[in-house]
């Protein structure tokens, strides 16, 4: 997370320094561990049906809806991102990447953030969920890298096929 997207965002863009975007982390945090909700108990990881749909309704335990999605989405996005450095991935092919993950992100956020409150760590809730709006601020600074800094991003000189897709 962040590995590419964060130093674009502070060498090229310029909207926020290093230390401006760390005192809007931690605000952000205190707001995020005030307002997670307090520990009633329950929230195992239902033995029959769909985990999917306990998760979305905020029956399971928030390690199991967090870690799994959180380990598996960074690394699709790192190898994508990566690939599209090293020029083996062309635009298109990134933003399809990216439209794919989508949808599973949508489903993460919303499930994390009903099954936070089936955790006895008040911390945990709050830190799952100051990711989930880290990983939606990534989405965003992706979007804004492919549509107005796509030529710094893919190196769009050495693209001959995909060059249309860099302007």
């Excluded at 799994?68 to 690939?83: K, M, R, S």
């Excluded at 489903?107 to 989930?132: E, F, G, I, Y």
Aim: net charge negative; hydrophobic share 60%.
């Amino acid at each position: 997370m962040f590995i590419y997207s964060l130093p674009l965002f502070f060498s090229a863009m310029g909207l926020a320094g290093p230390l401006e975007l760390l005192l809007i982390l931690l605000a952000l945090f205190a707001v995020l561990y005030i307002s997670a909700p307090i520990y009633e108990g329950g929230g195992l990881r239902p033995s029959g049906g769909n985990f999917l749909f306990a998760a979305w309704s905020g029956h399971v335990a928030l390690m199991w809806v967090f870690w799994p999605f959180f380990l598996l989405l960074n690394v699709g996005l790192y190898a994508a991102d990566t690939l599209a450095k090293m020029g083996m991935l062309t635009v298109s092919s990134w933003d399809d990447v990216h439209l794919m993950f989508m949808l599973p992100i949508i489903w993460w956020a919303v499930a994390v953030w009903r099954c936070s409150a089936n955790t006895p760590l008040k911390l945990a809730a709050a830190v799952a969920r100051l990711m989930t709006v880290l990983v939606l601020f990534e989405y965003g600074l992706k979007l804004a890298i492919r549509i107005d800094y796509p030529r710094i991003f893919f190196g769009c000189e050495e693209l001959l096929l995909d060059y249309g897709s860099c302007f």
